[in-house]
C-alpha cells in the first residue's frame, strides 16, 4: 500500500514566492503605514485649515465696520476729514460785503461755503444728492448756525447745486487737497462725475 504524503505550506510563505514577488509584497506592506500616516496628517491639516478660515470669516462678519463717516483716501495734504451727509442752505443778500471768518469779504455771486469746523481757505466737493449736481467751493467763513443744518453755501454755489429756489437740500460734502481739487474741477469742467469714495461706505448723517 502506497502512501502519499500532502505538501507542507511553508512556516514562512513569503520566503516561497519569487524573489521579484517578494520584494513587492514588501514594499507595500513598508507602504501602507506611511501612506496612512501621511493621510492622516494632511486631513489635520485641511481641518486646521477650515477652523482658521471659518474664525476669520465670524470675525469679520461680526466685527462691525466703523461707525460714522467715511474716511477720505486722497493725498497726503488733504484735510484729515470726513464725508459727511445732511442739509445744506445758502445765505446772499443780507450778508453780502461782509467780512467772513476767514478776513474775506462774503461776496454772494463767488462760489464758497461755510462749514463748522474745516480749515479755512481750505476746498470741498459738494454733491446735491437729489438731482446729483456738483460743485467745488472754498470754505472760507464758518455756519450754519443750526443744529441740523451741516453747510451754508453762497447763491451762486446754490444756483450751481440747483437749490436756490427751494432753500435746503440733502448734499455730500468731501474735503479736498489742493492736487485733487484741481483734478476734480477739471473732471467736472469735462461732464465727468468724480468719484465720491461714499458708494462702499457709509457717510455721517445729519
Not at 500500500?1 to 516561497?16: D, E, G, S
Not at 446772499?92 to 462774503?106: I, P
Request: charged share 20%; with cysteine.
Amino acid at each position: 500500500m502506497t502512501i502519499f504524503k500532502l505538501p507542507q505550506w511553508p512556516r514562512q510563505p513569503y520566503r516561497a514566492l519569487p524573489p521579484l514577488l517578494r520584494a513587492g509584497v514588501c514594499a507595500v506592506v513598508l507602504w501602507l503605514p506611511i501612506a496612512d500616516a501621511a493621510q492622516a496628517q494632511t486631513a489635520a491639516a485641511s481641518a486646521a485649515s477650515g477652523d482658521t478660515g471659518a474664525a476669520a470669516t465670524q470675525h469679520e462678519m461680526t466685527t462691525p465696520p466703523p461707525s460714522g463717516e467715511c474716511a477720505v483716501p486722497a493725498d497726503d495734504d488733504a484735510p484729515k476729514k470726513l464725508v459727511q451727509r445732511g442739509t445744506a442752505s445758502w445765505y446772499g443778500g443780507k450778508l453780502h460785503g461782509r467780512k467772513s471768518a476767514s478776513g474775506e469779504r462774503f461776496n454772494m455771486h463767488a462760489m464758497t461755503a461755510a462749514h463748522p469746523s474745516l480749515p479755512l481757505d481750505s476746498w470741498v466737493l459738494v454733491r446735491n444728492i437729489g438731482n446729483g449736481k456738483m460743485a467745488i467751493l472754498k470754505v472760507n467763513d464758518r455756519g450754519p448756525f443750526h443744529s441740523k443744518r451741516i453747510l451754508d453755501v453762497s447763491y451762486s454755489a446754490a444756483k450751481q447745486l440747483g437749490f436756490a429756489g427751494k432753500g435746503t437740500a440733502r448734499v455730500e460734502v468731501r474735503p479736498l487737497s489742493p492736487s485733487e481739487m484741481t483734478l476734480v474741477k477739471a473732471q467736472i469742467a469735462h461732464g465727468i462725475a468724480p468719484a465720491t469714495d461714499t458708494d462702499d461706505c457709509s457717510a455721517s448723517e445729519q
